[in-house]
């Protein structure tokens, strides 16, 4: 073990704060709370290095000392990563498929956008009449609305995504140990 690392202590009142109660697995494969992979996951996102969290810090998992046990002090950081590692997966497919909708958004905007444009360019050829100066804006600005979404998509939410897969991943690669909540080795 590295004594180099820091460590980020993470508390759990109840073991029924990390576990799902609804999964039956074995407990080094159940599946944890929301609540416990938000705390987790937001422990390591809110760390100054996040993409390099499995080589700078350790999880100090607490329990309660009436759930504390060798077993479980194996068996919970063998279930938080593969937790973390499903999630990654998840999310991988979720930002693929953010990409294949993104570029189906790219098609549909070339479709509204080409016709709108070619409106602004005809009505800028004609007399100003406020009609005409009203109908030309509400075609920018549809234009803007329809650019705006698929550029979104490609841009700032598979970003996000990709961050957050790879901060899963550090986190499932992470060095952890679970201690009693009442004693600190």
């Excluded at 950081?77 to 999310?91: D, Q, S, T």
């Excluded at 609305?145 to 957050?164: A, C, G, N, Y």
């Amino acid at each position: 073990m590295k004594n180099d690392r820091t460590e980020i202590p993470i508390t759990f009142r109840t073991l029924a704060h990390l576990y799902d109660p609804d999964d039956p697995s074995p407990e080094d494969e159940r599946e944890l709370t929301d609540r416990a992979e938000e705390l987790i996951g937001r422990e390591i996102l809110d760390s100054p290095d996040p993409l390099d969290a499995k080589e700078r810090y350790r999880l100090e998992i607490q329990i309660p000392p009436s759930d504390f046990s060798d077993g479980r002090a194996r068996d919970i950081p063998a279930a938080i990563r593969a937790h973390f590692l499903r999630r990654a997966k998840e999310i991988h497919q979720d930002a693929r498929l953010i990409r294949r909708v993104g570029l189906r958004e790219v098609r549909l905007t070339a479709g509204v956008c080409i016709p709108a444009f070619l409106g602004i360019m005809i009505i800028d050829r004609l007399p100003h009449d406020s009609l005409l100066l009203v109908i030309q804006n509400v075609l920018v600005i549809f234009s803007w609305v329809v650019i705006w979404q698929p550029f979104q998509s490609l841009v700032f939410d598979r970003w996000t995504l990709s961050t957050k897969e790879k901060v899963y991943r550090q986190i499932a690669g992470m060095e952890m140990r679970v201690i009693s909540s009442r004693s600190k080795e």
